[in-house]
């Protein structure tokens, strides 16, 4: 009886710790996909930044 209940602790704690470790993963990889969005966007504003400003001096120029 000791035995059964001591694997099912076991059991419950290990699978609580690999439930831990995938939540913290998922974290992670949220963060860095936030983190990538962010740079894909920032990259973006900066190409239509330089768009306007070449689309402007063209438009000063004529």
């Known amino acids: 009886?000791?035995?059964?209940?001591?694997?099912?602790?076991?059991?419950?704690?290990?699978?609580?710790?690999?439930?831990?470790?995938?939540?913290?993963?998922?974290?992670?990889?949220?963060?860095?996909w936030k983190i990538e969005i962010a740079e894909s966007i920032g990259k973006l504003v900066e190409e239509h930044k330089k768009y306007v400003m070449k689309k402007e001096k063209r438009e000063t120029e004529f």
């Not at 694997?7 to 439930?19: D, N, Q, V």
Request: hydrophobic share 50%; glycine share 0%.
């Open 1 to 32: 009886m000791m035995n059964l209940l001591a694997e099912s602790f076991i059991k419950h704690f290990m699978l609580t710790e690999i439930r831990f470790v995938n939540d913290r993963w998922h974290d992670n990889l949220r963060k860095l």
